[in-house]
């Protein structure tokens, strides 16, 4: 399953590299809760990558991460990676052509060191999708191999619901 298509421009990353990726954030809000403060982790969070799952970087950390979730939302709702957004992938058919702001900022080329990662339920369904955003100029764009299902069978520790206090706000079309 190892073969390249010709037609992907984007890049593939390890659940593994992922879940070290989060790992850092979920250890902060853990803190932030024990020191009793309201305020909510941002999904922005310097790390550390070290793995072959990433295309390399010039540097050894990546500066920002956007995750988001392109299964439908119930599904999001009911449990999500942590620090993930819902977006919906019919919004990229839309006819402005324009993203939400918010995935603006994290608008780079392929050596970035910010990351724009998409998911779906078994990762097999986002080719097209993850095109497009590389097609609107967002060449940062990875797609998680083996999607929501390898990240909740390996990693489960880095899953989050809407009704825990890891919860993240969906993506939507901007104001």
Same mark, same amino acid.
């Given at each position: 399953?190892?073969?390249?298509?010709?037609?992907?421009?984007?890049?593939?990353? *390890?659940?593994?590299?992922?879940?070290?990726?989060?790992?850092?954030?979920?250890? /902060?809000?853990?803190?932030i809760?024990?020191?009793?403060?309201?305020?909510? @982790?941002?999904?922005?969070?310097?790390?550390?990558?070290? &793995?072959?799952?990433?295309?390399? =970087? $010039?540097? &050894?950390?990546?500066? /920002?991460?956007?995750?988001?979730? #392109?299964?439908? #939302?119930?599904?999001?709702? /009911?449990?999500?990676?942590?620090?993930?957004?819902?977006? &919906?992938?019919?919004?990229?058919?839309?006819a402005t052509?324009?993203?939400?702001?918010?995935?603006?900022?994290?608008?780079?080329?392929?050596?970035?060191? *910010?990351?724009? @990662?998409?998911? $779906?339920?078994?990762?097999?369904?986002?080719?097209?999708?993850a095109?497009?955003f590389?097609?609107?100029?967002?060449?940062?764009?990875?797609?998680?191999?083996?999607? =929501?299902?390898?990240v909740?069978?390996?990693?489960?520790?880095?899953?989050?619901s809407?009704?825990?206090?890891? /919860?993240a706000?969906?993506?939507?079309?901007?104001?």
């Amino acid at each position: 399953m190892a073969r390249a298509q010709r037609n992907m421009f984007f890049a593939m990353i *390890k659940p593994s590299a992922l879940a070290r990726i989060i790992e850092p954030s979920l250890e /902060a809000e853990e803190s932030i809760y024990r020191m009793c403060t309201d305020d909510a @982790v941002s999904t922005v969070t310097t790390v550390q990558m070290h &793995d072959e799952g990433v295309r390399r =970087f $010039d540097g &050894d950390s990546a500066e /920002a991460l956007l995750l988001l979730d #392109l299964r439908e #939302l119930d599904d999001f709702e /009911a449990s999500h990676i942590h620090g993930a957004r819902h977006y &919906d992938r019919r919004q990229l058919s839309k006819a402005t052509n324009q993203f939400p702001k918010e995935i603006y900022y994290y608008k780079g080329p392929a050596t970035s060191k *910010k990351l724009v @990662v998409l998911y $779906d339920e078994d990762g097999k369904g986002l080719a097209e999708v993850a095109n497009g955003f590389v097609e609107k100029g967002i060449e940062n764009t990875y797609v998680l191999s083996g999607g =929501f299902q390898a990240v909740r069978s390996r990693y489960p520790h880095i899953i989050a619901s809407m009704s825990g206090a890891s /919860a993240a706000a969906a993506v939507g079309p901007s104001a």
